[in-house]
């Protein structure tokens, strides 16, 4: 009896892979594939400065990625529950305290104002993930076996319709998204260029080197928030008055913001965290006069640098609360890293030259429907190919023929 029942089980796990495999294959030979334009550096006589208007007063300090226990405890963090996120952020001193469940819209809190719907989109072997921000709902497409670059896009294009920000989540954590890929790769909004399993500051470059305005991230992406090592690593600030959502989140995709990668000595306890996040420097300013772009901090930092096309350094100030760079006509974007006594540094989002009226504007992919059709006769050649053969292997034909006739004649 119980050989029995396992062997209906094993048969009914055999038809679930099939399904599933039959239901992959489908979605890989349905993707689209895309024509990308040549992309370029930025250009034009203008200068964009996300940071107009900044106040220097209105910094919140925010996190768009830890996880929470979901699925059962399947996925990682299965051990933080939303009270103890919220309570341990808190007490960093943090404003804005977002979970990113994987495939997972967490609803702690959605009655207040101050609530922004996020998950991690992605069940790729390689980690080929999005941050969604101001979600309307899961997208349940993914490639989870491999991803080319059309692939990848195709991705981002389905998750656009439903969520207000796209963030490429750790690019170079196992190679999700390799370098050539931010050449190309089109209609995202921001770059998880920091947290505290992968920093991705050279696919940061490559995006900006392309003409891409795709502004910073950073998160701890916490899987343990009892963890220290794990809690106030990296963090985002936003320039906002407000903690509405909608002020959060159009001040974030503006790029009115950086990235902060907060110094922690080994052993640290959340006591000793606390007075170093309450204790970090202030933007004062950063300002764009002309063609000259000045930052000020509230204390020296031990170093400025300004770093433009291809992640090449152009200028350093040492010891000093104030730094200015004059853009020269090569340069197609400036960015700013800020480097403390203490080890914290700031990333700075990108002033980059434009013409016309949208800054960074740039040509989205577009579907090649004569290379997207072939790939899916091919693919339907394939399907019937592998039908055909199941059903010969599972139904083999009777032989028939004199042999078989004979048979017959002496039976009767």
């Given at each position: 009896?119980?050989?029995?029942?396992?062997?209906?089980?094993?048969?009914?796990?055999?038809?679930?892979?099939?399904?599933?495999?039959?239901?992959?294959?489908?979605?890989?030979?349905?993707?689209?594939?895309?024509?990308?334009?040549?992309?370029?550096?930025?250009?034009?006589?203008?200068?964009?400065?996300?940071?107009?208007?900044?106040?220097?007063?209105?910094?919140?300090?925010?996190?768009?990625?830890?996880?929470?226990?979901?699925?059962?405890?399947?996925?990682?963090?299965?051990?933080?529950?939303?009270?103890?996120?919220?309570?341990?952020?808190?007490?960093?001193?943090?404003?804005?305290?977002?979970?990113?469940?994987?495939?997972?819209?967490?609803?702690f809190g959605e009655e207040s104002p101050e609530y922004i719907a996020t998950y991690e989109h992605?069940?790729?072997?390689?980690?080929?993930?999005?941050?969604?921000?101001?979600?309307?709902?899961?997208?349940?497409?993914?490639?989870?076996?491999?991803?080319?670059?059309?692939?990848?896009?195709?991705?981002?294009?389905?998750?656009?319709?439903?969520?207000?920000?796209?963030?490429?989540?750790?690019?170079?954590?196992?190679?999700?998204?390799?370098?050539?890929?931010?050449?190309?790769?089109?209609?995202?909004?921001?770059?998880?260029?920091?947290?505290?399993?992968?920093?991705?500051?050279?696919?940061?470059?490559?995006?900006?080197s392309h003409g891409h305005a795709a502004f910073i991230l950073g998160n701890d992406d916490a899987?343990?928030?009892?963890?220290?090592?794990?809690?106030?690593?990296?963090?985002?600030?936003?320039?906002?008055?407000?903690?509405?959502?909608?002020?959060?989140?159009?001040?974030?995709?503006?790029?009115?913001?950086?990235?902060?990668?907060?110094?922690?000595?080994?052993?640290?306890?959340?006591?000793?965290?606390?007075?170093?996040?309450?204790?970090?420097?202030?933007?004062?300013?950063?300002?764009?006069?002309?063609?000259?772009?000045?930052?000020?901090?509230?204390?020296?930092?031990?170093?400025?640098?300004?770093?433009?096309?291809?992640?090449?350094?152009?200028?350093?100030?040492?010891?000093?609360?104030?730094?200015?760079?004059?853009?020269?006509?090569?340069?197609?974007?400036?960015?700013?890293?800020?480097?403390?006594?203490?080890?914290?540094?700031?990333?700075?989002?990108?002033?980059?030259?434009?013409?016309?009226?949208?800054?960074?504007?740039?040509?989205?992919?577009?579907?090649?429907?004569?290379?997207?059709?072939?790939?899916?006769?091919?693919?339907?050649?394939?399907?019937?190919?592998?039908?055909?053969?199941?059903?010969?292997?599972?139904?083999?034909?009777?032989?028939?023929?004199?042999?078989?006739?004979?048979?017959?004649?002496?039976?009767?």
């Open positions: 009896m119980l050989g029995r029942f396992f062997k209906i089980l094993f048969k009914l796990a055999g038809w679930l892979i099939l399904m599933l495999l039959v239901f992959f294959f489908v979605i890989y030979a349905i993707a689209p594939i895309y024509d990308f334009p040549d992309y370029k550096p930025f250009s034009g006589d203008k200068l964009y400065n996300p940071y107009r208007g900044m106040d220097s007063s209105a910094w919140k300090k925010g996190n768009f990625q830890v996880q929470s226990r979901a699925w059962l405890g399947i996925t990682n963090g299965r051990h933080n529950t939303n009270e103890a996120i919220q309570a341990i952020y808190r007490q960093l001193g943090y404003d804005i305290i977002v979970t990113s469940d994987y495939m997972k819209i967490n609803q992605g069940y790729s072997a390689r980690k080929t993930h999005q941050v969604c921000i101001g979600s309307d709902g899961i997208n349940w497409i993914d490639y989870p076996f491999y991803q080319n670059l059309h692939h990848k896009q195709h991705v981002i294009n389905m998750l656009r319709d439903d969520n207000e920000i796209i963030a490429l989540a750790h690019p170079d954590l196992r190679d999700g998204y390799v370098l050539d890929d931010l050449k190309y790769l089109t209609n995202y909004d921001l770059m998880e260029a920091m947290s505290q399993i992968r920093f991705s500051i050279q696919h940061w470059d490559m995006a900006l899987h343990d928030v009892f963890n220290p090592e794990e809690v106030g690593r990296v963090c985002t600030f936003i320039n906002t008055r407000s903690l509405d959502a909608d002020q959060v989140k159009r001040n974030l995709k503006s790029g009115n913001a950086f990235g902060a990668r907060v110094a922690m000595q080994p052993g640290e306890n959340f006591v000793e965290k606390a007075n170093v996040h309450n204790n970090l420097p202030v933007m004062k300013s950063i300002d764009l006069t002309g063609d000259t772009l000045t930052v000020t901090l509230s204390e020296p930092a031990a170093l400025i640098a300004f770093i433009g096309q291809g992640g090449t350094l152009r200028r350093t100030f040492s010891d000093t609360s104030r730094a200015s760079y004059i853009m020269r006509p090569n340069d197609t974007y400036i960015r700013t890293e800020i480097t403390f006594d203490n080890s914290t540094m700031y990333y700075l989002n990108p002033v980059f030259r434009y013409s016309g009226l949208v800054p960074g504007l740039q040509p989205p992919a577009t579907v090649n429907w004569v290379k997207t059709w072939i790939q899916r006769g091919v693919a339907l050649v394939i399907f019937i190919m592998l039908l055909l053969i199941v059903i010969r292997i599972r139904h083999p034909r009777k032989r028939k023929g004199r042999m078989g006739r004979r048979t017959y004649y002496y039976q009767s």
